[in-house]
């Protein structure tokens, strides 16, 4: 079997790859500690796919103690390329109703207390991040994801800390910013995989109106997962068909992300600094310090 080159992140309610066959599972160790629970890999309707369960299998991690930094680790070690991530996400917007799916194509950073680099400890890179989700993987996502359910493409998606739920000021405020839906997983993942030039993609499943809304029941776990059940279904559909449909060479610009983002000179960097992170900078890390790396190095 060959290396995956997509893997499936699946959040609440979402803790095994239904079809996937020959499926071995591997236990990765990672200079950030252990990813949330072992990865499966197995052929997913002839292609070899890779599935984690964020929260682990039994759901025992909050979104605040998720090892993003393992996970994301782990998978760049086994060759995967694109992760298409699944969340549950609360409704900002009346037209965005439960059961609905949106790919979102901004984010917004409200959470506190993730570390969301790779980098640090005797090397600085700074990406760019003004696109966070990868524009291939999103159009063929949302084109698999309409023949399922509705389907909202674009959209901006607030991340908090969790593990609570908002409060109605706080749910009015995220509204006047702009965002579209609420979720509390999708950072630091989009991040990390930016920085291990992975494409990333998310498929939101809208499970509630957040606090915002007058006409409908409080935001409680029971009404999430409840409603997240009816969706888990379609949405494990929508992964069988983009494993297949995704092109096998990629056309963005995803991997290539960290190409004039590292700035520290090779000299200063140390031994220890590049085994931690050989995954990921090793094609650039000889090229750190050169002209073109030091520009970006402006704030």
Same mark, same amino acid.
């Given at each position: 079997?060959? $290396?995956?080159? &997509?893997?499936?992140?699946?959040?609440?309610?979402?803790?095994?790859?239904?079809?996937?066959?020959?499926?071995?599972?591997?236990?990765?160790d990672t200079p950030f500690g252990s990813p949330s629970d072992s990865i499966a890999i197995g052929s997913l309707d002839g292609v070899t796919a890779a599935f984690l369960p964020r929260h682990g299998r039994g759901h025992r991690l909050s979104p605040t103690e998720i090892p993003a930094r393992a996970n994301i680790y782990a998978l760049k070690t086994l060759g995967v390329e694109r992760i298409v991530s699944v969340s549950a996400v609360g409704s900002l917007r009346e037209h965005i109703r439960p059961l609905d799916m949106l790919?979102? $194509?901004?984010? &917004?950073d409200r959470t506190r207390n993730r570390t969301n680099t790779f980098f640090g400890n005797g090397i600085v890179a700074h990406i760019a991040f003004s696109d966070p989700f990868c524009p291939e993987i999103s159009s063929t996502l949302a084109d698999a994801a309409r023949k399922q359910a509705t389907t909202h493409v674009g959209g901006t998606c607030v991340v908090i800390e969790g593990p609570q739920f908002s409060t109605r000021a706080e749910s009015e405020l995220y509204r006047s910013f702009g965002a579209d839906i609420i979720g509390m997983t999708a950072l630091p993942e989009a991040k990390l995989a930016r920085e291990a030039e992975m494409c990333y993609a998310t498929l939101?499943?809208?499970?509630?109106?957040?606090?915002?809304?007058?006409?409908?029941?409080?935001?409680?776990?029971?009404?999430v997962i409840a409603n997240l059940r009816r969706n888990v279904t379609s949405s494990r559909l929508v992964m069988h068909e983009i494993a297949s449909e995704l092109p096998t060479e990629r056309s963005c610009t995803c991997g290539n992300a960290l190409e004039s983002a590292i700035i520290t000179d090779p000299e200063y960097i140390g031994?220890?600094?590049?085994?931690?992170?050989?995954?990921?900078?090793?094609?650039?890390?000889?090229?750190?310090?050169?002209?073109?790396?030091?520009?970006?190095g402006r704030r």
């Open positions: 079997m060959t $290396d995956p080159r &997509i893997a499936f992140i699946g959040g609440s309610g979402l803790y095994e790859m239904d079809g996937l066959s020959d499926v071995r599972h591997v236990d990765v790919v979102p $194509d901004q984010i &917004i939101a499943l809208v499970t509630d109106f957040d606090t915002w809304h007058q006409t409908e029941d409080d935001v409680s776990a029971d009404l031994k220890e600094t590049r085994e931690r992170l050989s995954a990921i900078i090793g094609n650039y890390a000889p090229k750190a310090g050169t002209a073109a790396n030091m520009t970006v």
